[in-house]
C-alpha cells in the first residue's frame, strides 16, 4: 500500500493507506483522530469538516492522495486552545445538543473567521448553511455566532 506524509495539527504522520482512501477515514480510523465525525459520507451534512490549508472541506469526500504536503486542522488541533472564542462562546451559551454535528459546525465557523473577522448576517449563513444539525440547535448557533462578531475574535 502507498505510504503517505500528512501534517495533521502541525504534526507528521504516515498513513499507510490506498491512494483514494477518503481522508475521514484516515483522521479517524488511521490516526485515531475521531473528533471529525462521519454522517452521510456523502459530502451533503458537514459532519465531517476540517481545515486543508486553513479552508473548510468536508474530508469524507476528499481522497487522501489529493492531501499530501497540504496542512490539515482537526477540531483536535484547534481545541489545543481550549481559550479558543468559539469554544468559550460556545460553553456560555450551551449551543450543544448530543454534540454529534458540532465539530463540523465549529470547524466550519473557525474557516470563516480565518478569512474574513467581521462577516455580514448573510456571509455567515452562506457559510454555515451546509452544516445540518438533527437537534435543531440553528438558533443557539446564530446566537453564538452573533455573539462573536459583536465581541471580536
Ligand atoms: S460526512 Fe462528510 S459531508 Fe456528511
Ligand atoms: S447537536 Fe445533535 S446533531 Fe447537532
Given at each position: ?28 480510523d ?51 486552545n ?39 448576517k ?19 448557533i ?12
Open positions: 500500500m502507498p505510504e503517505f506524509k500528512l501534517k495533521v495539527n502541525n504534526k507528521t504522520y504516515i498513513a499507510n493507506v490506498e491512494s483514494e482512501t477518503p481522508l475521514l477515514w484516515v483522521l479517524r488511521t490516526l485515531g483522530l475521531t473528533g471529525t465525525k462521519y454522517g452521510c459520507g456523502e459530502g451533503i451534512c458537514g459532519s465531517c469538516v476540517v481545515h486543508i490549508d486553513g479552508k473548510a472541506e468536508r474530508s469524507c469526500s476528499i481522497p487522501v492522495n489529493d492531501v499530501s504536503g497540504k496542512s490539515i486542522t482537526t477540531i483536535e488541533g484547534l481545541a489545543e481550549p481559550d479558543h472564542k468559539i469554544f468559550k462562546t460556545w460553553i456560555e451559551l450551551e449551543v450543544s445538543q448530543c454534540g454529534y454535528c458540532q465539530p463540523g459546525q465549529i470547524m466550519t465557523l473557525a474557516a470563516l473567521f480565518n478569512s474574513n473577522k467581521k462577516p455580514t448573510s456571509e455567515i449563513d452562506e457559510a454555515m448553511s451546509g452544516v445540518l444539525c438533527r437537534c435543531g440547535t440553528y438558533p443557539r446564530k446566537k453564538a455566532v452573533e455573539k462573536i462578531v459583536k465581541e471580536g475574535i
